[in-house]
């Protein structure tokens, strides 16, 4: 038997789109993160790295590396039929950050993927959330061969407010990845107060709306 929600005098015909944004260093593994959790083929803006960057685009610790995101990442995840959580995924190089200021316009939070061979790359990245008032979690991205830090040592590096979660994750682990992108849905409803908290979980998905007052 299908389900009818007559109940509902003013159904929505189109779900509420949440955004979060996906962003960090050259390399650190955005389009990766995007690709591994989103339910549709991730429309990603990648070209070839070429001798012409050579100057501006420091490969080391990613020599292997050769593409980039030109523009952004994009993909979904369906969060229940009147949610839909969009992930957008900036672009590392500097170069390309004014497109950072559009890319935010919106966004419920940020997610900083950090690289320990390469602390220093998610510097700014965590200075423009801040900046910003964007709610964010860091999420350390552990490359294999890559030197293992606890968490904290990773806060103390990157001189994070104590308030801000450090995770660890695997970018290329879709299960990896959802339990970053829920660790900063938990950050930003403890961040905000009450009321908006309440809001914010009935807005995002995460606890449903029983139009009790």
């Given amino acids: 038997m299908a389900y009818d929600d007559s109940s509902d005098p003013f159904p929505t015909p189109f779900p509420t789109a949440l955004k979060?944004?996906?962003?960090?260093?050259?390399?650190?593994?955005k389009t990766t993160f995007v690709g591994s959790v989103s339910e549709i083929a991730p429309l990603?803006?990648?070209e070839l790295l070429t001798q012409v960057g050579a100057d501006t685009d420091d490969l080391t610790g990613v020599e292997l590396k050769t593409s980039t995101t030109?523009?952004?990442?994009?993909?979904r995840?369906?969060?229940d039929e009147r949610h839909v959580l969009y992930l957008f995924g900036t672009p590392g190089q500097e170069r390309f950050w004014f497109m950072w200021d559009e890319l935010c316009r919106g966004a419920l939070g940020a997610i900083v993927?950090?690289?320990?061979?390469?602390?220093?790359n998610s510097f700014s990245a965590v200075d423009f959330f801040e900046q910003r008032g964007i709610g964010f979690v860091v999420a350390v991205n552990e490359f294999d061969g890559s030197?293992?830090?606890?968490?904290?040592?990773?806060?103390?590096?990157?001189d994070l407010r104590p308030d801000v979660p450090?995770?660890?994750?695997?970018?290329?682990i879709a299960s990896s990845g959802i339990r970053t992108l829920v660790t900063l849905v938990?950050?930003?409803?403890?961040?905000?107060?009450?009321?908006d908290a309440a809001d914010t979980a009935v807005s995002s998905g995460v606890v449903p709306d029983d139009g009790a007052a």
Wanted: glycine fraction near 8%; aromatic fraction near 6%; proline fraction near 3%.
């Fill in 186 to 195: 938990q950050h930003l409803l403890t961040a905000l107060p009450v009321a």
């Fill in 44 to 46: 990603s803006t990648e």
């Fill in 166 to 172: 450090v995770v660890l994750c695997d970018a290329r």
């Fill in 147 to 158: 030197f293992r830090y606890d968490p904290e040592e990773v806060r103390a590096a990157i």
């Fill in 70 to 75: 030109v523009a952004m990442d994009f993909g």
């Fill in 113 to 120: 993927l950090a690289d320990t061979r390469r602390l220093e």
């Fill in 77 to 79: 995840i369906t969060l």
């Fill in 20 to 29: 979060v944004l996906v962003a960090g260093g050259f390399g650190v593994g």
